[in-house]
């Protein structure tokens, strides 16, 4: 159990500089590390975007592809969201079927785009009943440090902007924009030592109590939340939570 | 969340419901502990139309082996839905929405269980959902700690359990199947009363921050009712446990 003494040590070092009221890497415990976005990263995708948050470097490809709607939404097209953890980016990722910490980080992410309206469904109906686009956002994670959930977040919205629908290439008129309508983002705040800390490292994550992530659209509103790990918070926490994740998704909105 | 059929309406001029509930309102809760003979402990919730059973098995040796933890009993939770519990059979087994919420229940029960008592071992908590109408994560939850209370499990409270959401632009709690499929927003949460601590919580939909807080309020309140009617089933259990014929008591929210 090499790994728990480790995370020990490094608790006692966190602990320390948090009692101080700072972090490992100099931030504030408001402060989201710094975003480089690429989009158009990937050629062969519809829309792509690499995303680096501090270290955390992942990449979202969106793919569109014609298929049939569910029957209960025979209007709308489909949205599938999937996370791939590989080996390469962590040694805590292992290969294999998706184990339930992927799960839970595409069903976040999907959360997000889908409650916040990210794009116009009802635009991606080809024939109703029939033929609608189905949209895959796929996650694919490329160094780990931490905070996926946002990283990845923010990846998807990148890649809405600049995604096409192949149209043309399925036959069906003209290729056109992706409808994007809104841009849900979302913050992960983690809760160590009763203090709350945004965009968590690596680290930080892996002596955290308590995680909660909240996304928010261009007015405000809430649209997704999900709380993590075996911590809780209060309910001022929370309300606190909420207030950063207002003010961030805006400053992440303007970057986008 | 699809939108609204015209003719199907949530809210009355009364400020009604459409199963006739006030906005802060819970639908019927019964709660009875101990109803499985094998298990190590168990517990029955019938909470509107939904009827969902917890079981505990442990603490117990844990398998797969490497899960072990040298300090702490693992709490691993099992959440899953027969076929039949659903309109549309659902097809047998877990998908990826039992898998996430088998693992927001393992984390809020862990929350609340002295893992540190039992170190090695494993404590498996199994809910199936047997009828589903919308809030079954939340009586999974609220049965599966009175199940864990019911197998002696050490812990420093009950998690309760209850959602709020919006409906027709108005702030309700614990909504169900019509109100969840049309409405406009969900809010789980798992409340522990001792602390006043929030150890579940999920969101989707569309919330302002005021209606959020809001709801987070009603949640929380509907919380402290299911915690009252935890305790009651344990208490029937275990005070009146000679008098096996006893007939748990139904109580009704509200009414």
């Not at chain 1, 728990?4 to 504030?28: E, P, T």
């Not at chain 1, 829309?47 to 969106?62: C, H, N, Q, Y």
């Not at chain 2, 299911?226 to 509200?254: C, F, H, M, N």
């Amino acid at each position: 159990m090499g790994k728990d003494v480790v995370a020990d040590l490094k608790r006692d070092y966190i602990s320390k500089l948090l009692a101080n009221g700072a972090r490992v890497d100099g931030r504030r415990f408001d402060e989201q590390r710094p975003l480089t976005i690429e989009t158009n990263y990937i050629g062969s995708a519809e829309g792509s975007a690499r995303v680096r948050l501090g270290a955390t470097d992942v990449v979202v490809g969106v793919k569109l592809i014609m298929g049939e709607p569910f029957p209960d939404t025979p209007n709308t097209g489909v949205l599938t969201t999937n996370a791939e953890l590989i080996p390469m980016a962590s040694d805590t990722f292992e290969g294999g079927p998706p184990d339930q910490e992927s799960i839970e980080v595409a069903r976040v992410i999907d959360r997000g785009i889908r409650e916040g309206h990210a794009v116009d469904m009802a635009k991606l109906c080809i024939v109703p009943g029939k033929e609608v686009w189905i949209m895959f956002v796929d996650v694919h994670v490329l160094d780990y440090d931490g905070n996926l959930f946002d990283a990845a977040n923010i990846a998807a919205n990148a890649a809405f902007k600049t995604a096409i629908v192949p149209a043309k290439r399925a036959g069906k008129g003209e290729d056109y924009p992706l409808p994007v309508q809104h841009q849900p983002i979302s913050l992960t705040a983690v809760k160590i030592d009763g203090k709350i800390l945004v965009d968590p490292t690596h680290d930080e994550e892996r002596v955290a109590d308590a995680r909660l992530t909240v996304a928010t659209i261009e007015n405000g509103n809430l649209c997704a939340m999900q709380k993590g790990l075996n911590g809780a918070f209060t309910i001022d926490e929370v309300f606190k939570v909420v207030d950063l994740s207002r003010r961030i998704g805006a400053e992440v909105r303007a970057k986008l | 969340m699809g939108g609204t059929p015209t003719d199907l309406k949530l809210i009355d001029e009364n400020g009604r419901r459409i199963d006739g509930r006030l906005p802060e309102e819970m639908r019927p809760l019964k709660i009875e502990a101990g109803v499985l003979k094998r298990a190590d402990g168990s517990a029955y919730v019938e909470w509107g139309n939904n009827k969902v059973m917890a079981a505990v098995y442990g603490p117990r040796e844990c398998h797969p082996r490497h899960l072990q933890n040298p300090e702490r009993a693992l709490v691993q939770c099992h959440y899953n839905m027969a076929s039949f519990s659903v309109d549309d059979r659902k097809r047998p087994g877990p998908d990826r929405r039992s898998h996430e919420i088998s693992k927001i229940i393992s984390e809020a029960l862990t929350n609340v269980v002295f893992t540190e008592y039992f170190p090695r071992t494993s404590i498996d908590v199994y809910i199936e959902v047997l009828q589903a109408n919308a809030g079954t994560r939340c009586a999974g939850l609220t049965a599966a700690s009175v199940a864990l209370a019911d197998a002696g499990v050490p812990m420093r409270d009950l998690v309760a359990s209850c959602a709020a959401g919006k409906v027709a632009d108005t702030v309700v709690v614990d909504l169900n199947k019509e109100e969840d499929n049309f409405g406009n927003a969900d809010i789980p949460v798992g409340y522990v009363p001792r602390t006043g601590e929030i150890v579940l919580l999920q969101m989707d939909g569309d919330l302002s921050q005021e209606q959020f807080e809001k709801g987070l309020g009603m949640a929380v309140e509907a919380c402290k009712k299911v915690s009252v009617l935890q305790r009651d089933a344990l208490k029937r259990r275990y005070a009146a446990k000679a008098d096996e014929g006893a007939e748990p008591t139904e109580i009704r929210e509200g009414a």
